[in-house]
């Protein structure tokens, strides 16, 4: 079965830092990838995805993924944190013949002045 | 544009008491998702709808019944509240899945709060 791993429930950085979060994967087959995004008392919107058309998919507010096929992974990245950065953030996995989305367990990002 | 809502927003029942959550959406969408999260263990799938009429098992079912009678709304029952059912619930949309060949952006609700004493 698919799953995905983010490494790390919390997360701090200063502002203006580079921000990284881990996330692999577990599929048989290259999946459909996703990152979400969720500030305080809302719900999840998306990142980006990743879809195979390009293994560096860049996303909304700077951030960026780098699909890694032998590493099985799909980390988040942004060169400089800011202030408003600070929320929750999960990865998603969706294999190609599925039709659901499973969720990892999340990693909360702290940005300290 | 209302997006994807979700009513009501907080409930407080006590065990064994029944509710439902009713989810809506606008756009039109053929698929419908709900989760619940709870601390440390992220979003978990609960049940879920490819289209009106249909429904199917997610990773945690039990203790929880949904139906789709109408394509834009999604209703999650709870027929005998426990307290391990407390948390957040979420309900998401999207035009297509995996299955469908194209990987499709979920659309969520604002969430509901659920507490069981």
Not at chain 1, 66 to 88: I, V, W
Request: hydrophobic residues 35%; neutral net charge; glycine residues 10%.
């Amino acid at each position: 079965a698919q799953s995905v791993t983010q490494l790390g429930s919390h997360v701090s950085v200063s502002e203006g830092a580079l921000v990284l979060l881990r996330c692999n994967y577990s599929s048989s087959v290259p999946p459909y990838l996703f990152w979400y995004v969720q500030y305080p008392n809302q719900g999840l919107q998306l990142l980006l995805k990743y879809t195979s058309a390009a293994t560096l998919v860049k996303g909304i507010n700077g951030f960026e993924a780098e699909f890694k096929k032998s590493e099985t992974s799909f980390h988040l990245t942004k060169p400089s944190a800011h202030m408003s950065d600070a929320a929750e953030y999960f990865c998603a996995v969706s294999e190609r013949n599925t039709d659901k989305l499973i969720f990892g367990t999340g990693t909360r990002l702290q940005v300290f002045p | 544009n209302a997006g994807v809502t979700q009513t009501p927003k907080f409930r407080v029942l006590k065990t064994g008491q029944s509710m439902t959550l009713l989810c809506a959406q606008d756009m039109n969408h053929e698929y419908m998702y709900w989760y619940r999260q709870d601390p440390g263990m992220g979003l978990r799938l609960i049940h879920y709808s490819v289209g009106e009429g249909t429904t199917a098992k997610g990773e945690v079912p039990d203790g929880y019944n949904v139906s789709r009678l109408k394509k834009q709304n999604f209703l999650l029952g709870l027929e005998s509240a426990a307290p391990s059912q407390t948390s957040v619930y979420f309900c998401a949309s999207s035009t297509t899945t995996g299955l469908a060949g194209t990987a499709g952006e979920l659309f969520f609700g604002e969430g509901s709060r659920l507490t069981v004493l």
